[in-house]
Structures are given as structure tokens and as C-alpha cells.
């Protein structure tokens, strides 16, 4: 089976209070792709100008990313997207964004992309977004991301493009924003009474993340790492160690004990990415480090207790 994911291929520029990177490979779908590969077949749908290079198109080579849907348009230049984090790096500022080869994108998905089993419609405009989700008829499991940019500017239809999905992954502030509800568990139910995904999962950033779905609630703690570099891609590598892991199952389905796992590695691999600028740290990160962070998690999630009400005195 295979995971497709359209998003922005793009270039970043980042400044964290550990350091600055001027210009380097960024964009939802690749965060997303370098993470996703660890556990299935991942194709990228976008679209990348001409200053996009050989370097850049090895780096998904090297993970075995098949780019054919990748479409490059001559004389023209990559989405470009420049961001600054405060020193409390949950809060970030976005300095531009340029949307360049995407303000003209029109993506005609090969039969091969059509027929992955997953859909993840990663960070970009909600037209496109829908463009691609249509074309995707057979896809077993729809996953959804986007971001305050695209609230603001573009509401309507990303209310249209959530209502197309089964998966909706989102952050805190951007439930709240497109609810106006403080409340996360409130906001969590206007989203799933307005739009209905069967299943809801909030980014809280250094706190983890929380999974609603029609009868239960999960919470994955984030891993606790005493030097974060760069929060840039964490939400996209969490989709793509959920989405990846979902469809590397015999079926991808909808079992508790499945989403929950898919969210534990959703949570290492966003750990992982955020040790280093952009998409670096993924793009060294071996399959040892992610089977040893993950029996971690295990043990931080997991403890034997006796009967509680027995200890209860009154
Ligand atoms: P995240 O940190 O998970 O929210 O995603 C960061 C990535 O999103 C960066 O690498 C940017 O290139 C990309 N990005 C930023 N703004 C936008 C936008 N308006 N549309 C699509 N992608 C964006």
C-alpha cells in the first residue's frame, strides 16, 4: 500500500533562538514524506520551481519518496515560506509567505497516486486541497492538516475541504481560532458536530497531543527533551508517523488500539524533528532511534497500579 500526501515542497527560512538557517528545504509534504517513509510507500503531489535542485529531489531519492507528481514549472520560483520562533518557541511568526508556483498549481494526480490507500491533504490552500481529494475517490482513510493562514484567508473552504475527510489533524490554536471556543474539549466538539471527522487529533506542541474520535479521548505526551532547536515541520513529521504507520497495517481501519499507536509514533517522530533546523534531524534519523524512542514512550505511558478505589479512605 502506499500513503500520498500533497502539501508545499518549499524552501524555509528559519530563526529559533538556538540559530538561523537562511534558506533550506522545507514545506508540509516534505516533513510529512521523510517521516511517512519510515513505514510505508509515500508519494508526493506539488509542485517546485526551477531553483528546486538535484540536491533537494536526492534528499526524498535517498528515502525512497517517489516524486513523479512533483510537477516542476521552468522560470519559476518555489513556495517560500520565512518564519521566526520566540524564545517560548510555541509562539512563531510568520515574517512571509510566497506562494509563487502554488498561486498557479493545478494538480492532475497520476493513476498511481489516485490509488494509495491514504490521502494526507498536508498544509495548503483548501482549494487544492479538495483539487487532489477528489481525484482520490478509493482512498480507505482521508487525513487533513492546515494552518492560521488559510483559517483567516480562506474559511469557507476549508470548512468545505474538512468535511471531505475522515482524519482531521490540527493544532490548539487552530482549533480555538476556527472555533472562537478557549475550551479545547468544547472546541473539539463544535469541530466534530460542524464537520464530523471521525477522528479529531489537536498538536499542543512541548504538550503533546489529543485524539477524539466518536467514543473515546487519548492523550500522547510529548517526549521530554531538554533542547528543542527548531518546532518548524513537528506538526507534519506527527502526521506523517501517524498516517505512515496506519498504512502499513494489512488494512488501514479506524481500531482504537491502531490510532493509538499511530499517535505514539506520531509523537516520536515529531520529537526527533524537532532536534535539529527544518527537516535535518529526519533526514539522518534511522530506524533504530525510532524502535528505542518508542519502547520509551511505552514505559512512560504505561504503569501497573493497584485497585485505586482500594486506597481511596472516604
Ligand atoms: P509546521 O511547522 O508543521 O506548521 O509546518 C511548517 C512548514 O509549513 C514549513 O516548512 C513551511 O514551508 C510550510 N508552510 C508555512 N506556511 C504555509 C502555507 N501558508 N501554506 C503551505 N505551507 C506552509
Known amino acids: 500500500m502506499a500513503v500520498t500526501v500533497v502539501g508545499s515542497v518549499a524552501f524555509d527560512a528559519l530563526e529559533t533562538p538556538f540559530g ?36 533537494e529531489f536526492e534528499v526524498f ?22 518564519g521566526l520562533y520566540e524564545d ?7 515574517l512571509d509567505t510566497q506562494l509563487n508556483v502554488f498561486a498557479e498549481f493545478d494538480p492532475k494526480l497520476s493513476q498511481h497516486a489516485r490509488e494509495s490507500a491514504i490521502l494526507f491533504l498536508a498544509n495548503i490552500q483548501p482549494d487544492l486541497q479538495r483539487q487532489v481529494r477528489e481525484q482520490c475517490n478509493g482512498a480507505a482513510l482521508v487525513g487533513l492538516d492546515s494552518m492560521n493562514y488559510w483559517i483567516e484567508s480562506a474559511r469557507s473552504s476549508l470548512l468545505e475541504t474538512m468535511r471531505c475527510v475522515d482524519t482531521i489533524v490540527f493544532n490548539d490554536a487552530e482549533v480555538r481560532m476556527l472555533t472562537g471556543e478557549p475550551n479545547l474539549a468544547r472546541a473539539a466538539r463544535e469541530i466534530r458536530e460542524l464537520v464530523g471527522p471521525r477522528v ?7 504538550y503533546g497531543a489529543c485524539m477524539f474520535t466518536e467514543t473515546s479521548f487519548f492523550s500522547i505526551p ?13 506538526g507534519d513529521a506527527f502526521a506523517g508517523g501517524f498516517f505512515g504507520f496506519l498504512d502499513s497495517l494489512d488494512e488501514p481501519d479506524f481500531d482504537d488500539n491502531h490510532l493509538r499507536c499511530a499517535a505514539v509514533l506520531g509523537s516520536v517522530m515529531a520529537s526527533y524533528c524537532v532536534e535539529d533546523f527544518g527537516s535535518e534531524r529526519l533526514q539522518r534519523l534511522t530506524r533504530r532511534e525510532i524502535a528505542e524512542r518508542f519502547e520509551e514512550f511505552k514505559h512512560m505511558t504505561a504503569f501497573e497500579s493497584p485497585p485505586v478505589v482500594a486506597q481511596l479512605r472516604r
Open 20 to 55: 538561523k538557517r537562511d534558506r533550506i528545504l522545507g514545506g508540509a509534504a516534505t516533513h510529512f514524506s521523510l517521516a511517512a517513509s519510515f513505514f510505508s510507500d509515500v508519494r508526493v503531489v506539488g509542485v517546485v520551481g526551477e531553483d528546486f535542485g538535484s540536491e
Open 61 to 82: 531519492a535517498a528515502r525512497g519518496i517517489n516524486m513523479d507528481d512533483v510537477e516542476q514549472v521552468p522560470g519559476a520560483r518555489s513556495f517560500f515560506w520565512s
Open 200 to 206: 479529531l487529533l489537536v498538536k499542543q506542541g512541548a
Open 222 to 234: 510529548a517526549y521530554p527533551l531538554e533542547t528543542v532547536i527548531d518546532p518548524t515541520g513537528a
Open 88 to 94: 517560548d518557541m510555541a509562539v512563531a511568526h510568520t
